[in-house]
């Protein structure tokens, strides 16, 4: 039951995160400044990440219910915190205010406390830390696609 209810605390929580994001990013994606841009060979197809960004914050609210469950410390909650901030945020500044520098640089914030998340916790969680792999991967590609616009443009 406690998992349960942790787990539902954090699902609410990340999937605000998403529809703030989407909310905060305007036309973003569709907008003539980025479709006129180049963009990386590597760049995934539009409908992967809405379903990525689903199942990525699905994982990350079961490994942190399983991480709060075991360590309900201000330390966890103040990552999570920053994690949401930072999360919330690159969309706002990248998409709608078109910064791409500084979206690169809260976009590498982002991925530096998630890989804090994963390397800090990683004896605590053991194969669990397989939950946030996702995270750290898609962010991973993220940077590297904010980088590659903000080069090439």
């Known amino acids: 039951m406690k998992f349960l209810k942790s787990f ?8 605000g995160a998403l529809g703030l994001g989407v909310v905060l990013m305007g036309d973003g994606p569709t907008s003539d400044w980025y479709t006129s841009m180049n963009h990386a ?8 990440f809405g379903a990525a960004w689903t199942f990525i914050m699905l994982c990350f609210s079961i490994y942190m219910a399983l991480l709060y ?5 201000k330390k966890v909650i103040t990552l999570f915190a920053i994690q949401f901030i930072l999360n919330v ?7 709608n205010q078109h910064l791409i520098a500084i979206g690169l640089g809260i976009i590498i914030a982002l991925t530096f406390i998630v890989t804090v998340f994963l390397v ?6 053991k194969f669990k830390s ?6 750290f991967v898609w962010i991973c590609t993220a940077t590297s ?9």
């Open 130 to 135: 397989l939950l946030i792999l996702p995270y």
């Open 69 to 73: 469950l075991k360590q309900p410390t």
């Open 8 to 15: 539902l605390i954090f699902l609410i929580i990340n999937f």
């Open 89 to 95: 945020a690159w969309n706002f500044v990248f998409f």
């Open 145 to 153: 696609l904010n980088l590659y616009i903000l080069i090439n443009n």
């Open 41 to 48: 060979p590597w760049i995934p197809p539009n409908w992967m």
């Open 120 to 125: 800090t916790y990683f004896k605590l969680m």
